[in-house]
Every structure is written in structure tokens, then in C-alpha cells.
């Protein structure tokens, strides 16, 4: 039945599409195909492309929308290919538990219920393709969501349970994927309109969520979403190049959530990243070795162990930049956050010095401070060029004192006196654009950062870890509270926004018991005015003194027309009711033509204007004055007025709209035949007749939102479905809360990542009604229906399974037959000994470092290091009884200018250790008695490997 269903409604809705409905018949039935090849190939598309997908501007569609094509696709491909008799796999992990299917399906007849109320309110049902939020298709608008939801539960049932960590890693994928999608939309729309760094403006980004055309948070809510997940993928990436996809996709998903302007999102997305990292570093502990383990999670043990360092050092640098911004600027803190970036490195090489290189690198920093301060004085901006630098200087020594050359010996010294000079450098920019008060603002914090950086040095345990990898990522996030600091201190606009946060919420209360008194009977309360009923309901029983503004299609005696209502409301530019239309540029001038008829006299507002959805840039417009003729259709010709509007730039063109809407509070006009012809003649308008209905037409109301959300996410469920369809959707969110942080599935590698995303979008959702968002509804709906059906235990890594696969019979038998044959109790006891432990060390292992292994091995272990080059991977061995073999060729351990307490490669103090296939290089260490392995302890096996010069050589990398 699923099968029929999503094949005949998918051909059917694509049948019916406003744009080249053969092309998206044609896109349907190759999706069926794709989707039928490769079962699990949704999990990555549907999320990546959700956020860009909505095309209900161009199309005029509100009921329906291209999510709903495109799941049901997926449904017509997923559940053919459930139907053929080959299957891919077989079933592991049982899926969907008995009480989450029940909850499920009750909120689901609890939404059918509300659809049918909402049926009944709206005066009956009534088909119409192009109905809008006032009408019964809105309902169906609403309910659709959960129902999709749960189309598609048994496709993710199937895909977990034939590849787990394929589809898990599909689907966090595809959430990353569509924080990139949407957060790349508001990149050009900033880039477009406003220009990416003006934070001052009251423009705020929509991207590509048309159903912000009345306000609202659709945005909001997807990058609450979806900000975990590109966080997950943070700290489990395995290659430099997903560490670093990661990387760039927050620094867009950042953005995007800056230029929200939304202090939902600013206290949501923050909120769920201290959810995830809390969960994930717990998680960490819950996996970690024990003596009951086959396999360890080596590779997340750093994040556990830094995480307090991590956020010290966040902390600390957003205090010092919030400090230094108020009187020196981005520059002032843009030097301040360079040079905390440089200390990183630096606190390694300090480490290091002996007496007399802190004397030379305290000589060299004063004379470079010296140059430093005699560049900031002759030249016109030589505070800048003095930093700049001081600062290339130290970056440069702190590369070239990594080689093990004899042109390192002076850099670290170099380096450090490079440091002092940016230190002092930032204090000149500081001053150069704060003047005095910058100096005295920049002094503690640039101090602080010197202290901290001579602390670090001076200990012989280090306060922050020395990979690349972690210095690189608490590079990017502090660049991120870089952004936040100039956004909350630079910019006008959410500094007022903050400023009338007691005013907004005081308005809120008063919106929400607006609503609260619209339920007037006990079937109100219990089981909701109806889904999507809250703008009509707005219309007819709120205070009549703000009704906003309507349109309708109308048909009478055979001629089709528009009717344009004005609200009652104060009509200001942003507070006019719209009717627009995409268009082309219409060149130097342009005309509107029409058909009106009114009662009254009233006012007509035409404009061509620069515009995406809600912000207008530049305009062509006029507004006419209709003389009212009962009855009497009037011919209407109006040029519009102004300068010419445009694309704008190539890479960041700019969308134009034509719009008509009522200018008189509470006139009523009728239009047909509207036309608007460009400077060359051309007719820009399509469906301006309306034959086709509200094809290609869509509405808007740029400032005016109150009426269209009820601004609460759990007021929104009530509204619609009462307290019974309340109860069960809390249940279903907070089961699946419960599961992902506490329950039976918090072990599992997903449940950090969803506990956050969920936890954020219900932050979101205190002050806006998220689930009237289709889109981010059923997003919504499938990730609380994922969280439930996470198996209660996690899968082992695939290198552990592929280990225990074979032993695990093996295992049951000695069991069985140590039972049968009355074994002595000290065999019994050996038979129960845990298996011997196994660490396998690579590229593209979970365990990436040599050291990484040294420190997680136990007595006895055997670790397998994939061949390859290993650079300034040092290490200290105490467990006994250890083999270190190479796998797939011979292993070269460059020593690259590092030494395992300042003696060798390698140390080692233990009994019992075999070493097969290693060759060591490069040790080099101040007194010249470097050591490929330095045996600390005589009693051992013999070593079989081979040694080889310290002949100087350059050798490829692997990713710290």
C-alpha cells in the first residue's frame, strides 16, 4: 500500500506542478529508480537538499511543496525495493520499539483528528491547489508532516538495520550537507542585499525557507537542527579532508546563525553544542577500555581529556575580545586573536628551552620589540605592519623549529622573541585606533595571553594538547567568538534587539493569551481548534483593530479575479498585505495595466522592487487612487517610478519582485487582467489573468507576522491539538531526550548529536511555532522518531566486529564445553580472562598516533601500525609484554625534531617487548645522544627491527 501510495501521489503531484510539470514527472521517475538502486541514498539527499528545495515564490504552491515529491519518491523507490525478493544484507539490530510505534501512531491519529477539525472550522473541506493559510488545505498543509514522517520510519528501519553505521553516517551526512545548503543561501543573499559584514542593518536572513514570507523561524529551527551534527562530524573526522569539510561548514552554519539576528538562535544553537560536547565527552567515558572490552574508542579520548582546556581557553579569549572591542575595535581584537592562535604552538617549543634559550629568546624580543614600536612610529600605519611581522616571524620559526635541522636550533629562541614583539605589536594596534583608552583596554589582556603562554611553557605537562588537529579547530572557534563579539558589540541593529527584549516578551504574553482565549469549548481543550486554524481564527476573533490584510481568487459570471483586502492595522511600508511575482529586470521604465473595480475609493500600491522575500532594496513604484464605481470595471494604466532596478552582481544576483497591494486600511479592490510591460515591451508578467488560479503568485507581509504564528512552538501543538495531542507529542520528545542522554541508546555514536539537535530546536521553539514549517516540521518528526529507534546498545567499530565476528562462536563453544567436561575452577577463570587486546594505528584507523596507542595499551597488547610515515610521533612505553608489528610494508618513525623526554624516539621501560618492522630516523636531541629507542630497563626480548641513520630527508605526513 505504501508502495501504490507514494508511486500515485508522487506522479500525481508532479502532474500538477506550476513549473514544466513533464520535467518533474521526469525527476520523479528517475528518483523512483535511484531510490529503488540505492535504498539508503535518501538518508543523504532528502536533508541535503531540504533546505533548497522550496520554490513556492516561482511556483505559487502553498499546500504542497517539492519535500513532498521528493519523499514521496523516495517511499515509491524504498518500498519497491523492500517488495523485490533480493534482499541487500541481512537483519542485525531489531528496530522500532513497540511503545514508540504506539506514541507515534496516536500523535499521528491525534493530527488526523485536528485535520478533521480543522476541516470543520474552515466551514467544510475544499479542494484547491492553491489554497492559502485562511482556507481548509491548510490543514492538510500542517498534518502532512508527521504523516511523511512515518512514511519514511520504515525505510530508516531497514537501511540500520542492513548497514548501521552506513545509514548513520548517510543521515548525519545529510544534515550537515543541509546546514551547508542553507547557510551557502544566506551567503548570497547577505552577499546580494546587504553586503556580507554589515551587522548593522535590520535586515535579517531568511535563505531559501520561503515560508518566512510572514515571519517566523523556519531558519531558526534548521539550524538548530542541523549545528550538532556538523559538530559530530568535528570531532569524528578520520581524514584531514573531513576535518576540514567539517570545519568550513560551521564556519557557514556560524554565520548563517549570526545574521539571524535571532536571540532564539543565539541561545538554541549554543545550547545545543554544550549538549552535544557534554553527552559526547560522557560518551567517551562510557566507552573508554575496561576489562570486559575487546575494543576501545581510542580516537575520541583527546576530546575527553582537553575538553576543560578547551572551554578555559574559549572563555578567557571571548572575555579579552569583548574587553578590547570596546575601545579598539575588530582590529584591536583581530590582533588579540592572532596572537592567542600563535600561543597554541608556541607553549610546545617553550617546553623545550633550556636556561640559556630563554635568555636568548627574552634578547631577540626585546630587540624586535624595539623594531616592532620604531615601525609603529615612523610609519603612517606601522602598527599594523609591525604586527604583521612579528607575527609572520613567529609562525615562520615556529614551522622551521619542527624539522629536526640544524637551522633549528636558534628558531625557537626566534620564535619566542617573535611572540614577545606581537605581543607588544597588538598593544601599538590597540593604541593606534583606541588611542589611549585602546592601550589601556588591550595592556591586561595581552598580558594575560603572555603569562598564560609562559605558564604553558614552563610546565612539564602540557596545559592544551600539541596537535595540529586540536590547535586547528580551537583556531576556527575562536575565529567563531571573534564573529559572535563583533556581531553583539559591532552591530546597531542586535544591540537594539537586545535592548527590547523585555518590551518583545511583554507582547508575547499577550499574543499567547490571545490564543489561549480563542479555545472556547472543553473539545476545544482537549482536542484542538484544528490544524493550521490559528490565522483564521486571528482574522475573525482577535482585536479588530489589527486584522491584517487578505487576497482571494474569485469567479463570478465567468470572469476570474483577484480581490485585495487591507488590514485595519497601521499601513506602513513593511505592513501592506503583497501579492507579488517573480520577474525579469523590466529595463528603464515599466508600466502596470489592469481591470479594477471597487465600491470605494481606495488606493492601489504597484512596485518592481530588489527583493528576495521580506527586504526590499532598490524600486520602481507608484500608487494610484481608484475611484469607486459599483459594479463598473475600470481600465488602470501605471507607470512606476524610480531608478532602474537590476540583477545586481554575477556572483550574488539579486531576485526582483513585482507587487500589488491595498494602500487604504480596510478598502477593498478587485483586479483582473494585470500586465506589467517592460522598457522594451515585453510582457513580464505570467498568469496575470489568473486562469491558471495563484499560479506563479505568492503573498507576503514584510513586518506585520503576528497574525500568521501563534510564536510558540508548544502554544502552536495546543492550539491545534489540544492537550491530548500535546501529552503524546511531549512524550514523544522527551522519550526521545530520555533515550539519547540517559536511556538505553546514549552509548550510541548518533545519540549526542540528536540529543542536541532536539534539545536546541525546543529552545527555539519557546518564542516561535516551528512545526508550521512543513519542511522543518518533518525534520523534526523524523530525527524524534530516529532517536526512539536507536538499538539500545551501540555496534562495536567495524575493525573490533570484523575481529569478534569469528571468535564469538569460538567463544560459546569453550564456554559450553568447559561446563560439559567439569573443568578445574583456575581453567574455568582462564577460559572467562578477557580477550587480548588489539590497537590498530593508521590514517584511516581510530587510533591515529603511535603515542596514542602507547598511552591506551594494557599488559600484553598487540598493536598493529599501518606502514607509512609517522613524523614526530613519539612515545613512552611502560606496559610489559607488548608487539608492535608493521602492516601492509615496513613503518618509518621520523623523529621531525621530537623526542620522547628530550632522549629518543622511542623510550621504553618495560619487560617483554617485540618490535617487527620499524625503522627509526632523525633523532636528534641538545645532547647529541639521541636515541632511536632509549631502553630504560636491560631486561627485555631482543628488538627484530632495524635502525637507520639520521640521514636528513623529507617524508610525507600523516594527519596528526
Not at 552554519?253 to 545574521?259: H, N, P
Request: hydrophobic share 55%.
Amino acid at each position: 500500500m505504501a508502495l501504490v501510495s507514494g508511486a500515485a501521489a508522487s506522479l500525481t503531484l508532479a502532474a500538477h506542478y506550476p513549473l514544466a510539470p513533464a520535467v518533474m514527472a521526469t525527476l520523479v521517475l528517475a528518483g523512483w529508480a535511484a531510490f529503488f538502486a540505492w535504498p539508503r541514498l535518501w538518508l543523504l539527499v532528502v536533508p541535503a537538499l531540504l533546505p533548497i528545495i522550496g520554490l513556492m515564490p516561482w511556483t505559487g504552491w502553498i499546500t504542497f511543496e517539492e519535500m513532498d515529491i521528493l519523499v514521496l519518491a523516495v517511499a515509491a523507490g524504498g518500498y519497491a525495493r523492500l517488495a523485490w525478493p533480493v534482499r541487500d544484507g541481512v537483519p542485525g539490530l531489531s528496530g522500532v520499539s513497540v511503545l514508540a510505534w504506539l506514541l507515534a501512531l496516536l500523535f499521528a491519529a491525534s493530527t488526523l483528528v485536528a485535520v478533521c477539525r480543522g476541516f470543520s472550522d474552515a466551514g467544510g473541506f475544499s479542494f484547491g491547489w492553491f489554497q492559502g493559510y485562511l482556507e481548509p488545505m491548510n490543514s492538510v498543509r500542517l498534518g502532512k508532516s508527521i504523516l511523511l514522517a512515518l512514511l519514511v520510519l520504515p525505510l530508516w528501519q531497514s537501511a540500520f538495520r542492513q548497514q548501521p553505521e552506513r545509514a548513520q553516517r548517510l543521515l548525519a551526512w545529510g544534515l550537515m550537507l543541509g546546514l551547508a545548503g542553507a547557510a551557502l543561501a544566506t551567503v548570497w543573499e547577505r552577499a546580494a542585499f546587504t553586503g556580507l559584514l554589515n551587522f548593522s542593518t535590520d535586515y535579517r536572513t531568511t535563505a531559501l525557507f520561503w515560508e518566512m514570507h510572514v515571519g517566523g523561524a523556519a531558519l531558526d529551527g534548521f539550524l538548530a537542527l542541523t549545528v550538532p551534527f556538523a559538530l559530530r562530524e568535528l570531532m569524528l573526522a578520520r581524514t584531514p579532508t573531513r576535518w576540514g569539510l567539517a570545519v568550513t561548514v560551521l564556519a557557514l552554519g556560524a554565520y548563517a546563525c549570526l545574521t539571524t539576528f535571532s536571540r532564539g538562535v543565539y541561545l538554541a544553537v549554543p545550547i545545543g553544542a554544550a549538549v552535544f560536547m557534554g553527552l559526547h565527552a560522557r560518551q567517551i567515558k562510557l566507552l573508554a577500555p575496561s576489562p570486559t572490552t575487546g575494543y576501545v574508542q581510542a580516537g575520541q579520548a583527546d576530546t575527553g581529556m582537553y575538553l576543560g582546556a578547551a572551554l578555559l581557553l574559549v572563555i578567557g579569549f571571548a572575555a579579552g575580545a569583548a574587553w578590547m572591542f570596546q575601545t579598539s575595535g575588530y582590529r584591536g581584537m583581530a590582533a588579540l586573536l592572532g596572537t592567542v592562535v600563535l600561543m597554541l604552538p608556541l607553549a610546545q617549543v617553550l617546553r623545550r628551552f633550556k636556561p640559556g634559550q630563554w635568555l636568548a629568546g627574552m634578547a631577540l624580543g626585546l630587540v624586535l620589540v624595539l623594531l616592532a614600536g620604531a615601525v609603529g612610529w615612523l610609519l603612517p600605519k606601522g602598527a599594523y605592519v609591525a604586527w604583521g611581522l612579528a607575527a609572520v616571524l613567529t609562525a615562520a620559526m615556529l614551522w622551521l623549529g619542527r624539522r629536526a635541522t640544524p637551522a633549528a636550533s636558534m628558531a625557537g629562541p626566534m620564535a619566542f622573541g617573535g611572540f614577545l614583539a606581537t605581543v607588544a605589536a597588538g598593544a601599538l594596534v590597540a593604541n593606534h585606533w583606541g588611542d589611549a583608552a585602546g592601550l589601556l583596554h588591550a595592556a591586561p589582556a595581552l598580558l594575560a595571553v603572555l603569562a598564560v603562554s609562559l605558564v604553558a611553557g614552563a610546565r612539564r605537562k602540557p596545559l592544551w594538547p600539541q596537535a595540529l588537529r586540536w590547535q586547528a579547530t580551537m583556531t576556527c572557534t575562536l575565529g567563531m567568538v571573534a564573529a559572535v563579539v563583533g556581531v553583539m558589540d559591532g552591530g546597531a541593529y542586535m544591540d537594539n534587539r537586545f535592548s527590547t527584549g523585555e518590551q518583545d516578551l511583554g507582547v508575547r504574553l499577550a499574543h499567547w493569551r490571545l490564543g489561549r482565549d480563542m479555545l472556547r469549548t472543553p473539545a476545544d481543550w482537549w482536542l484542538g481548534k484544528g490544524m493550521g486554524r490559528f490565522p483564521a481564527n486571528y482574522f475573525l476573533l482577535g482585536d479588530p483593530e489589527q486584522h491584517p490584510g487578505d487576497y482571494r481568487l474569485k469567479h463570478e459570471d465567468g470572469n476570474t479575479f483577484l480581490t485585495l483586502t487591507g488590514g485595519l492595522h497601521v499601513l506602513g511600508w513593511g505592513e501592506m498585505l503583497r501579492v507579488s511575482q517573480r520577474v525579469a529586470p523590466p529595463g528603464s521604465s515599466a508600466l502596470v495595466t489592469a481591470r479594477v473595480q471597487a465600491d470605494k475609493d481606495v488606493q492601489l500600491h504597484f512596485e518592481v522592487c530588489e527583493k528576495h522575500l521580506l527586504y526590499n532594496g532598490g524600486c520602481m513604484l507608484a500608487e494610484s487612487i481608484v475611484k469607486g464605481l459599483p459594479g463598473v470595471w475600470q481600465n488602470l494604466r501605471v507607470p512606476l517610478k524610480g531608478g532602474a532596478v537590476s540583477r545586481g552582481n554575477w556572483y550574488a544576483p539579486r531576485l526582483l519582485a513585482f507587487s500589488m497591494a491595498m494602500a487604504s486600511s480596510g478598502g477593498v479592490a478587485n483586479l483582473a487582467d494585470v500586465a506589467l510591460t517592460g522598457a522594451d515591451g515585453r510582457e513580464l508578467l505570467t498568469n496575470g489573468d489568473f486562469s491558471a488560479g495563484m499560479a506563479h503568485w505568492f503573498f507576503s507581509s514584510d513586518r506585520y507576522h503576528m497574525p500568521w504564528h501563534i510564536k510558540s512552538l508548544y502554544m502552536d501543538v495546543l492550539f491545534d491539538q489540544g492537550l491530548v495531542g500535546l501529552a503524546l507529542w511531549g512524550l514523544l520528545l522527551a522519550g526521545a531526550l530520555w533515550r539519547t542522554s540517559l536511556g538505553g541508546a546514549r552509548r550510541h555514536s548518533l545519540a549526542p548529536a540528536l540529543a542536541a539537535s532536539l534539545s536546541g530546536f525546543a529552545v527555539v521553539g519557546l518564542f516561535d511555532s516551528l512545526v508550521d514549517v512543513p519542511r522543518v516540521a518533518w525534520l523534526f518528526y523524523l530525527l524524534v522518531l530516529v532517536a526512539w529507534t536507536l538499538p539500545r546498545q551501540p555496534q562495536a567499530p567495524a575493525a573490533a566486529r570484523h575481529r569478534q565476528r569469528g571468535s564469538v562462536a569460538s567463544l560459546a563453544a569453550l564456554a559450553l564445553l568447559c561446563l560439559m567436561s567439569g573443568l578445574p575452577g583456575n581453567a574455568r577463570a582462564g577460559a572467562l580472562e578477557p580477550a587480548p587486546q588489539v590497537i590498530h594505528v593508521g590514517a584511516h584507523q581510530t587510533t591515529k598516533t603511535i603515542a596514542e596507542a602507547a598511552r591506551l595499551a594494557r599488559a600484553g597488547a598487540t598493536i598493529d601500525v599501518d606502514s607509512g610515515t609517522y613524523a614526530g610521533d613519539v612515545a613512552v612505553w611502560t606496559k610489559d609484554n607488548l608487539t608492535l608489528r608493521a602492516v601492509g610494508g615496513r613503518v618509518l618513525l621520523l623523529a621531525d625534531g621530537a623526542a620522547a623526554e628530550g632522549k629518543a624516539i622511542w623510550v621504553v621501560r618495560a619487560h617483554g617487548m617485540r618490535v617487527d618492522g620499524f625503522d627509526f630516523e632523525g633523532a636528534a636531541v641538545p645532547d647529541r645522544n639521541g636515541a632511536g629507542i632509549r631502553l630504560d630497563d636491560p631486561t627485555h626480548n631482543p628488538l627484530a627491527t632495524t635502525m637507520t641513520a639520521p640521514v636528513p630527508r623529507e617524508a610525507p605526513s600523516l594527519p596528526e
